[in-house]
């Protein structure tokens, strides 16, 4: 099972800053098969990011991701009011698909 | 639009079973493309994926919860349902239904989510 660990575990931030998130896997994940997902409180969390980089529909472009490996980043290029939440990695390039524990960004 | 609604008690009592339902609507369950399946989340904890079936009834389970998990699917009701014996506290949990695109021939990313419905193990 490959396991997926996030930092910071918080991020504290103003509007308008950027958010660097990292997710490191224990082992490489098959063909960055990285995602991610936000998720606000009270709801459930949302795609954002597959492929490591693609975007899913509707995400705005001030939310990249890249990398490779066992490394990976979620980056928010400048943070809207609704960007404040808690992000997932998650890896599907083997089973089970697994996520990691989260990083949870909150306004300074 | 796609919707799933989970639906079940929240309730359950220690080493009893926990069963759930998730009813699809605004698309087939029946689609060739898609898997559908169970995420948990414990309170205040971070996302465990349970399993997927697809529609022929196919079933991928995690390692870590399949000797006490079963998911079935009704094509004909457009559900699914997941089963969960001999629960703990620990499986104290908001449930969530999702469906699932699949990567290599297995459900990997998770694109639609229900609103999740929280069990609560407790005598």
């Known amino acids: 099972e490959i396991v997926l660990t996030q930092s910071p575990a918080t991020l504290s931030l103003s509007p308008g800053e950027g958010a660097t998130l990292s997710c490191r896997a224990s082992h490489s994940v098959s063909s960055s098969y990285l995602a991610w997902y936000q998720q606000k409180p009270g709801q459930a969390p949302r795609l954002l990011i597959y492929?490591?980089?693609s975007r899913a529909t509707g995400v705005p472009d001030r939310f990249s991701g890249s990398g490779s490996g066992t490394d990976f980043t979620l980056t928010i290029s400048r943070l809207e009011p609704e960007d404040f939440a808690v992000y997932y990695c998650q890896q599907y390039g083997s089973s089970p698909r697994t996520f990691g524990p989260g990083t949870k960004v909150d306004i300074k | 639009q796609l919707q799933l609604q989970e639906s079940g008690p929240g309730l359950v009592k220690p080493s009893e079973t926990l069963s759930l339902t998730c009813t699809v609507s605004?698309?087939?369950?029946?689609?060739?493309?898609?898997?559908w399946g169970w995420i948990r989340q414990p309170p205040g904890k971070g996302l465990e994926w349970i399993g997927s079936i697809y529609y022929s009834g196919s079933t991928y389970y995690n390692p870590s919860l399949k000797s006490r998990v079963t998911i079935s699917v009704d094509t004909s009701k457009s559900q699914f349902s997941l089963k969960l014996t001999s629960v703990t506290a620990t499986d104290t949990a908001v449930y969530y239904c999702?469906?699932?695109?699949?990567?290599?021939?297995?459900?990997?990313?998770?694109?639609?989510w229900g609103q999740g419905t929280l069990v609560t193990v407790s005598s």
């Open positions: 605004g698309g087939s369950i029946s689609s060739s493309s898609y898997y």
């Open positions: 999702v469906r699932a695109l699949g990567y290599g021939f297995y459900p990997s990313l998770f694109d639609y």
């Open positions: 492929d490591t980089s």
